[in-house]
Structure formats: structure tokens, C-alpha cells
């Protein structure tokens, strides 16, 4: 796989935000050996997966393989049963999403759970509103909100239309742009464009280039392995709950991701079988 755990390592505690992503040019994320059991159904077995800073990786696979359970796992939706988790090269603990908040990983899901009769600004600040003594700082909330957009060239004609009146590619954007609030190390998004049209689509991939610009780590999951080819720097791929595949993008074919996902090839060790 990618790089394995270091040893001496710290046990066991959750770091703070503020923890240096760049100690020794290591993995951001590092997860080994997860397994995580719904009962008797066994969703992941022994999985290794890492992101770098500053690197965009696609994870991949087929329905039920398992990608939506690991990234729970990430997020603190749902705690892996078994497995080593380190974030910036500390061994952590991640049983709930305040956990994973608090590391620096923010994950925008698929239905983006935004407010339709609320603003840009007030879904931006959803939960995290400025203050200014007992009132909120609208004016503050405002400038910071337009700052943001225009950092990552968002299409958005006002930080004060009601997000219902949004197309589904800015919306998208208004969602990922929610998740930069608290300042993450690790952006999560999940399918993030499904059923968005060409034009809309386009949007979103450059947004993801956007992130990697500004040295965040991204996971996106998808899949289309042709946004995978423009925007990913690496593939994992996941088959019912295991390691598949690894790849670089550019030193392998659509037809290799395509052979790890469905078993036609077996790609764990790095070379097919």
C-alpha cells in the first residue's frame, strides 16, 4: 500500500486542530487493518488506506464495496470495530464526528444538508454564527462569506440569494465552501457530482483543484472514471470491504481501475494476478 504506519507513535488521543500537517512530509491520514461489522455482515476486512497533504485521492468500487462504510469510519459516523487510525503522525481516536471535527476532516455528504429558505451566508455560518457581543455579526459573516467564495472562484451572483434558488452545481459549491469554515487539514466529499449537468460538473472538478491549491487533502468519492482522470492524483479501489487496487493516475488505464473493481484482476500486490 501506499506508506504503513510509523512506529512510536502516541497512544490513543485525539489531536487538536492546530497539529502540524507537515512533521515529516508523511501521510495526513493513515488508517490500517480497519474492519468494521454490522452484525454478521462483515462491511470492511483489513483495510490500509492514506492520503497526503495536498493530494487529491478517488476512492472507488462498485455498490456495497464498502467505500460509504470507511468513510464513516473517517468521519465518526461509524467507529471502526478493529485498526490503527493516525492523523498528522499521531496514533487518534475517532468515535464520533466531533472527534473527526476536531482533527481538521470535514465531510460534505451527498445530500449536502442545506437549508433551502436560508442565505448563502446563514448556511455558511449554519451553527458557527459570528458574534459581536449578544448579537450576530451579519456584516462580519457577510465579508468573510464573499472572501471565501471569490478564493475559490465560486459562481455564486450573491452571498445573500436564498440557496433554493441555486443551481445544483453551486449549490454543491456553497456546501464544500461551508466545510472551509472551520478551517480543515482533510475534505471528504462524497459523489459530489451526481447529478450534476456538464457545465455544473466542470464547476465542482474545478473547485476540488481549488482545494489541492490551497494544500488541503481531498477525498473524493465517485464513480466516474473520467473526473477521476481530471482532477485525482491517486485510486484506491474497494471490493466487498477489502483493498483492490492502488493506483497513480497516469501510469494506469480506465481498463486496470475497471479489473480491480469487479475482480477481474487482482491488483493487491501491486501488480496484477
Known amino acids: 500500500m501506499h506508506r504503513r504506519l510509523r512506529d512510536g507513535v502516541h ?5 487538536v486542530t492546530g497539529a502540524d500537517p507537515t512533521h515529516d ?18 462491511a470492511l476486512t483489513d483495510v490500509d488506506f492514506s492520503v497526503d497533504q495536498g493530494e487529491v485521492l478517488a476512492l472507488v468500487g462498485d455498490n456495497g464495496a464498502g467505500k460509504s462504510t470507511l468513510i464513516k469510519t473517517i468521519s465518526g459516523a461509524g467507529p471502526a470495530d478493529d485498526g490503527i487510525i493516525s492523523f498528522a503522525g499521531e496514533k487518534v481516536v475517532i468515535t464520533r464526528p466531533q472527534d473527526s471535527q476536531a482533527l481538521g476532516i470535514a465531510t460534505v455528504y451527498q445530500d ?21 457581543g449578544a448579537a450576530i455579526d451579519e456584516v462580519d459573516m457577510e465579508r468573510r462569506s464573499s472572501e471565501l467564495l471569490r478564493s475559490l472562484a465560486a459562481k455564486i451572483p450573491s452571498v ?10 453551486q449549490r454543491q459549491t456553497v456546501a464544500i465552501a461551508r466545510s472551509l469554515i472551520g478551517e480543515p487539514k482533510l475534505v471528504i466529499l462524497d459523489e459530489p457530482t451526481a447529478a450534476l449537468g456538464v457545465a455544473q460538473t466542470a464547476q465542482v472538478l474545478d ?17 466516474n472514471l473520467a473526473e477521476v482522470d481530471a482532477v485525482a492524483d491517486r485510486i484506491v479501489v474497494l471490493r466487498l470491504g477489502r483493498n483492490a487496487g492502488e493506483f497513480r493516475v497516469g501510469e494506469a488505464t480506465q481498463e486496470d481501475v475497471v479489473a480491480a473493481i469487479t475482480g477481474a484482476k487482482d491488483y493487491t500486490g501491486g501488480v496484477a494476478r
Open 112 to 132: 449536502l444538508a442545506l437549508c433551502d429558505n436560508l442565505d448563502v451566508v446563514a448556511n455558511l455560518f449554519l451553527g458557527r454564527e459570528e458574534r459581536r
Open 25 to 42: 512530509g508523511g501521510p495526513i491520514l493513515e488508517m490500517v487493518g480497519i474492519s468494521k461489522r454490522f452484525g454478521a455482515v462483515q
Open 207 to 223: 473547485l476540488i483543484r481549488r482545494l489541492r491549491e490551497r494544500g488541503l487533502a481531498v477525498i473524493v468519492i465517485t464513480h
Open 11 to 15: 497512544g490513543g488521543r485525539n489531536l
Open 160 to 169: 445573500r440569494i436564498p440557496v433554493a434558488s441555486l443551481s445544483g452545481g
